[in-house]
Nanobody, 117 residues
């Protein structure tokens, strides 16, 4: 059974930093993309950053230059370093893992990030 365990969320003041981690276990397929999404109250879930198997990364425009995604393939773990946090970054952050088959899409339980002004 695939499990994605997230950690690192919390409350931080504007301008501060947080580092999210997501460890995937029970993986029996080749992972293609590991990434992070977020959902703020009343808004749709949106992509924050993604890291594919070829080493390419993709970021939402709103976080470019402030967030950095990294990945440890040996540990099936993905990280999100968030710097210069803004109140508008407040959301539940979800880890996402995608394999090469369409059925291999998994989500973490979400971790709350709250940025106070």
């Amino acid at each position: 059974q695939v499990q994605l365990v997230e950690s690192g969320g919390g409350l931080v003041q504007a301008g501060g930093s947080l580092r999210l981690s997501c460890a995937a276990s029970g993986i029996s397929f080749n992972i293609n993309v590991m990434g992070w999404y977020r959902q703020a109250p009343g808004k749709k879930r949106e992509l924050v950053a993604a890291y594919n198997n070829g080493g390419s990364t993709n970021y939402a425009d709103s976080v470019k230059g402030r967030f950095t995604i990294s990945r440890d393939n040996a540990k099936n773990t993905v990280y999100l370093q968030m710097n210069s946090l803004k109140p508008e970054d407040t959301a539940v952050y979800y880890c996402n893992v995608v394999g090469w088959r369409s059925r291999d899409v998994y989500w973490g339980q979400g971790t709350q990030v709250t940025v106070s002004s």
